[in-house]
């Protein structure tokens, strides 16, 4: 026993069962790849077999949203009748704020009346909770002018914050159908040049695009139906740029329009206006990422630079202060 444990604390033996491990550990390892059998296409067949998984459940996913988008939902009674009874879409609505709500993906007239009705409720919420903080719960020690002048701003954020919220839907809408985009421009090259007319190269693309973007399924979805029943095409495109509010939407819209009226090939206004959307996304993303080093200067300094004049200071500092302690 006295001879194993010494035989195995044996540096020698030590390296050379190191040795062997790692030699026996990259036979293994060049081996492997050539003993395997190929599984390439069982790979490539479960891969396709969860793409169309993925599909089927993203289409039955943008359906059942496009239903209940294309639903024109009634507003409620009591909304609808204090909006009636203060006129309070004469007085706080108009062209752009309908413009907006269909850009934010709300359509019919429930979202306007919630929209006012909120933008009417909200400030009287929000000033009747501050004055019961200031004036009756909290014991602020403020002059009665500055406690009233609180209660007001109040009540202006609570009157713009739909305003807010709605602008926060249609930037983010906006961003999803703008990353997505070009793709769909491409998929509608493609079915456009192997023989599908506009409508069928839409409904393809709307129905292929879902698993990218909804928002992008359904304006493309909303403009196969205007597509169908509108008397002119250029209305349908028209209201696919209005709805979207995005240039590169509404150059291809225009594109679309001058191509169908002059004759010229859709596969070739296609191709060049997914190019131009490409490099108009690569050239957001390479000003963002040359924004990048303004933005880091000041978390630089705030987290990185104390603690480098830490690290840095440290051994002098403590070096000193054993030599005063020893003095």
């Known amino acids: 026993m006295e001879s194993f444990i010494a035989t195995v604390r044996d540096p020698n033996v030590l390296l050379a069962v190191s040795v062997g491990i790692a030699i026996f550990a990259t036979i293994v ?69 309908e413009a907006k709500l269909r850009m934010a993906g709300y359509r019919g007239e429930a979202p306007m009346t919630a929209l006012l009705f909120a933008r009417f409720v909200l400030p009287c919420l929000a000033f009747t909770l501050a004055a019961l903080y200031l004036f009756v719960i909290g014991e602020v020690d403020r002059p009665p002018a500055i406690k009233l002048l609180i209660c007001i701003v109040a009540a202006y954020a609570g009157f713009y914050a739909p305003v807010l919220f709605l ?3 249609v930037s983010k809408r906006q961003l999803s159908v703008k990353r997505a985009f070009p793709d769909a421009l491409d998929l509608l090259l493609i079915c456009v040049e192997s023989g599908m007319s506009i409508e069928a190269a839409f409904r393809k693309v709307a129905e ?47 594109s679309l329009i001058q191509s169908e009226r002059y004759g010229t090939p859709l596969g070739t206004t296609l191709r060049t206006m997914a190019q131009e959307n490409r490099d108009m996304r690569m050239n957001e993303a390479e000003k963002k990422a040359a924004a990048l080093p303004p933005k880091l200067t000041v978390p630089m300094i705030v987290f990185f630079l104390p603690v480098l004049f830490a690290v840095i200071m440290a051994p002098a500092i403590i070096k000193v202060m054993a030599i005063q302690s020893g003095g």
């Open 29 to 97: 390892s060049f081996a492997m790849p050539l003993l395997s059998a190929d599984k390439l296409d069982s790979r490539m067949k479960a891969v396709s077999v969860e793409r169309e998984r993925i599909r089927s459940r993203e289409r039955a996913r943008l359906q059942q949203e496009s239903r209940s988008q294309m639903r024109r939902a009634e507003p409620k009674k009591y909304m609808r009748d204090l909006v009636d009874r203060l006129s309070l879409r004469r007085a706080l609505a108009d062209e752009q704020t």
């Open 208 to 254: 292929e695009i879902g698993i990218q973007s909804i928002e992008l399924a359904e304006e493309l979805s909303l403009t196969t139906a205007e597509l169908s029943f509108l008397p002119e095409r250029k209305m349908a495109y028209e209201n696919l740029a209005s709805r979207t509010g995005l240039e590169g939407v509404r150059a291809v819209c225009l």
């Open 167 to 169: 602008s926060q839907k």
